[in-house]
């Protein structure tokens, strides 16, 4: 359960990082999350609270629950032969709870995020798949642990950088972060999350960063190695290895304007599908 | 209760921050004293119990703005432009549940048969012009109709004389509608060190040039504006402008309003949401100054 803790710890540590690159005091997640805490919760008209709260709700259960089959080393908080697609499976959690919040609210605009997410999701969730599909294609496994110790010194991101990257890309999008963030927009006042307020918001927010913290730490086991590297025990090389994916991650969002899935989803049907099977061609005739 | 006090003291507030079409000079006073606290503002008025009207709004905006508060979630305050002054926690009006009507349908552009929902665009906006609001006819997030009204206006000149400012502050709206936060805020800076005459103009000049670079260059925002009802456009013509300016040399005179108003409804109609932003965004009507320029 240690491993769990690590992430949501990270979850924090990236709110505070990317706080900080915009420039804002350490603090600042911190007092914002006892804002949001002492704030009323807030219910539009004709609002389906029902479906509302399990859209809240389902997003960081959705990541803690990920988080159970994230490796540090060889140490796991639960013991699967499963891990890529029960963690695949959580990820998808995540379009039903931001769907569900931008439905349930009754407003126009958090609809319109919704939508806005769904389309990503639709766009994405193929490329995803393949990007992890590679991966455990190479290692004749789905297990993460076995994914990470079959890399033997030459990382899967090396010789297959095209699902690596793509799974880095799709990353941003499965947790709507960073040149992903349409769904939850400033040109719609926040999107799906428009209407949400104080406790509800905080949550949601709080499932945002724990996808984020849990992608990260998937990248490691799948195409940095796993916990292998020189001298250090293996956990704390996955500790490191995710610190610094996560830091990617986070670091995007301040880096680079936002994509409209209206025009972003031709590229991702007409390029990152091609180019992940393509990939998925190549390590395939080397494995096999 | 004392936790909650706790937890309350420690909060950082975020306002919601309404502009009034004569509250330019608020606004930019409010906005460099949040970014002073490290504060940031809130995106839509159910984020916060705060906030904070700048200039003063007429009888039409300030009933807009009367409806955004009685529904901000507790514990509210409503702070003046230096955000010291609060006035908050006096009894609210029962929330009225009015009934919605369930909405029309009718054929979209692929010949779908799609809900038609009536939804405004402003006055009480997030990086909006400040007295504009346009009402959208949707069918999903497809614009089948607007009509561009203006709610609050002022026959106020604060940009005059301050050409590189006045663009400046278009182009940080614009970056933060595109979702690029980060140069949105730099764009902000620069406006803020510009009016503040504490740097020359020269050396604003020099700061100007790479983040004009870094902005014009980017290839992800050019994608993403390229054939959006003239943003790119605009966006270019923004960023020429300024450097020109900064650098001392003359700049035309932005447009008047009343002609982006007359000119909105059919750049919007066919339009995605978030490229309707955009091409608002793009215009930039200043509705504090008079209609005809």
Known sequence: MVEVLVLGALAVAAATLSGTLAGRPAAAPFREAARLLTLQRRRTVRADVLLTRIGVVSLPMAAALAALVVPFGGRVALSTSVGVVWFNAMEVVAWASVWLVGWGVNSAYALVGGYRFVAQGLAYELPHMFA?????????SLDLRVIGGAQHGLWYAVWMPVAFAVYLVSTLAMTFWGPFGHPLGADLAGGAALELSGPDLLVFLAGR??????SAGVAVPLFLGGGAGPLLPGWSWSLVKTCAVLSLLV??????????????MTAAWTV?????????????IVVV | MGLRGFARGFAAPRPFVVSAADGTSDRLAVEAELRRRGWRPALSPAQTGTLVVCGTPGAAL???????????????VRASADLEGVEGGAARAPLELDDVPM?????????????????????VLADWPAGLRVDLTLQGDVVQDAAATAVDTADGSFWQGRPAASRLDGLARLLRVAGWDAAAERAAVLRDETLSGAVPDRALARRFVPFARRVGRSRLLRWMTRDVGG???????????????????????RPPWRAALDALPALLTGTELGEARLIVASLDPDLGTAADG
């Open chain 1, 132 to 140: 992890l599909i590679t991966a455990s294609l190479a290692a004749h």
């Open chain 1, 251 to 264: 670091w995007t969002r301040h880096r680079l304007p936002v994509l409209r899935m209206d025009r972003f």
């Open chain 2, 231 to 253: 943003v790119r456009a605009a966006l270019d013509g923004l960023l020429r402008d300024i450097g020109a300016a900064l650098e001392g040399r003359d700049v035309p005179p």
């Open chain 1, 209 to 214: 960063y724990g996808l984020l913290a849990v």
């Open chain 2, 62 to 76: 300030a009933e807009a703005i009367e409806t955004v508060w009685r529904d901000m979630p507790e514990p509210r």
């Open chain 2, 103 to 123: 909405a029309d349908r009718a054929d979209d552009r692929d010949g779908l048969r799609l809900d038609v929902l009536h939804v405004p665009l402003g006055p």
């Open chain 1, 272 to 284: 990152l599908i091609p180019a992940t099977l393509l990939q998925m061609l190549v390590v395939g």
